[in-house]
């Protein structure tokens, strides 16, 4: 990278970070991170791994990472990891990171493949990782498992939109080279939320496993599904590497000798594997920093020249000031208008990563419980379509019916009256007596003759 202030943006960022964290969500901006998606045993965490070069995330079959992880990378001569959920302990021993992430995830899910958004923050220094922030999130399932609730194909998809709605956030895409790139469950939900493909890198994992005569070189070339970011091979270890203890060293370099020795991969070999990875995506998330900076620092400063305001009223604050009291009650009539239809409209401002709220919820319910509530319920067809034309009568009242024979009446009448040449102010006047007479007759029979006192005709 050469540019010694373009190397500090990460870490200026995720100082932001801690300090947005230590005051909690009223000062939030959306910093820009790197959030990592893809179907259920994609491969996710097992590039994030790949990146550190020791084996400190739980992987394998089945659903494994169960709440985010907002994995920090940080240059540094020495190597050890920390959490914010205890960060007096510095973790030395990997095997330890790894325990700490299971017991961590247990701790919010239970034991038995639970989910929570609730995320896990880890940071790790070494003098092997470029500076990155990046979001391992749980992999999109279908069928819920264990304690899982049924819903829970939404509730992942709920959880991962929270990240990769954010315009600040950079999308991983992880899609396995042995399923079908069109069914690729990581690039669809990137789609929904980047429909241009601006911030979506994709990754293809499991290179290896492909099909004998098979090969993924026309997405690799960026020429399947074009991304504006294009695509990266990987390969990483599968589970018998994992199980066999294999090191992560041997491992990348039997990912080069795999580029190099492919021949369809051959030509393109520098631009594939995990270090190349690495690089592109540390050198990205710095530029798009760089690009999300000129904003992040104006709504900075907005942010603290109107502390600033506030402060410098207080100076000359009178508890008993009664146009005080009359103006703290104004604003705080407003201010929960301006609340309250942020929270139905939704907003970047304060993004709440715990669960739905508000519009999002209302939306939820009406898209996706409602069709599926209706769905289940059971109606005798006779009955619903009785029960809606019921329905449909109490709500017009007279209006409708009675509206629609005063107009046939009325037209009959004008269309008779001009038939006869009918002319002049008599005729006319004849006209409109007898249209009275002939509503009046309409009116009547609608609602009953003896019960009508109708004064106005
Ligand atoms: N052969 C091979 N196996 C891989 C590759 N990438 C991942 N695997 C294996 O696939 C399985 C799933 O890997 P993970 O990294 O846990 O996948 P994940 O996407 O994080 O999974 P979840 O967190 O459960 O969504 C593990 O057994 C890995 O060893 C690859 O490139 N080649
Ligand atoms: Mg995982």
Known sequence: MGNRGMEELIPLVNKLQDAFSSIGQSCHLDLPQIAVVGGQSAGKSSVLENFVGRDFLPRGSGIVTRRPLILQLIFSKTEY?????????????????????????????????????VPIN?????????????????GITKVPVGDQPQDIEYQIKDMILQFISRESSLILAVTPANMDLANSDALKMAKEVDPQGLRTIGVITKLDLMDEGTDA???????????????????????????????????????????????????????????????????????????????????????????????????????????????????????????????????????????LSGGARINRIFHERFPFELVKMEFDEKDLRREISYAIKNIHGVRNDLGRKVGVVSRTRLEEGSRSGASGVGSARRDRGSQRGAVLKVVKSSLGAEKCRISWL
């Open 81 to 117: 990891a920390e959490f914010l959920h205890c960060k007096s302990k510095k973790f030395t021993d990997f095997d330890e990171v790894r325990q700490e992430i299971e017991a961590e995830t247990d701790r919010v899910t239970g034991t038995n493949k639970g989910i929570s958004p």
């Open 122 to 138: 880890l940071r790790v220094y070494s003098p092997h990782v470029l500076n990155l922030t990046l979001i391992d999130l749980p």
């Open 217 to 355: 070189r026309d997405v690799l070339e960026n020429k399947l599904l074009p991304l504006r970011r294009g695509y990266i091979g990987v390969v990483n270890r599968s589970q018998k590497d994992i199980d066999g203890k294999k090191d992560i060293r041997a491992a990348l370099a039997a990912e080069r000798k795999f580029f190099l020795s492919h021949p369809a991969y051959r030509h393109m070999a520098d631009r594939m594997g995990t270090p190349h990875l690495q690089k592109v995506l540390n050198q990205q998330l710095t530029n798009h920093i760089r690009e999300t900076l000129p904003s992040l620092r104006s709504k900075l400063q907005s942010q603290l020249l109107s502390l600033e305001k506030e402060v410098e009223e207080y100076k000359n604050f009178r508890p008993d000031d009664p146009t005080r009291k009359t103006k703290a009650l104004l604003q705080m009539v407003q201010q929960f208008g301006v609340d309250f239809e942020k929270r139905i409209e939704g907003s970047g401002d304060q993004v709440d990563t715990l669960e």
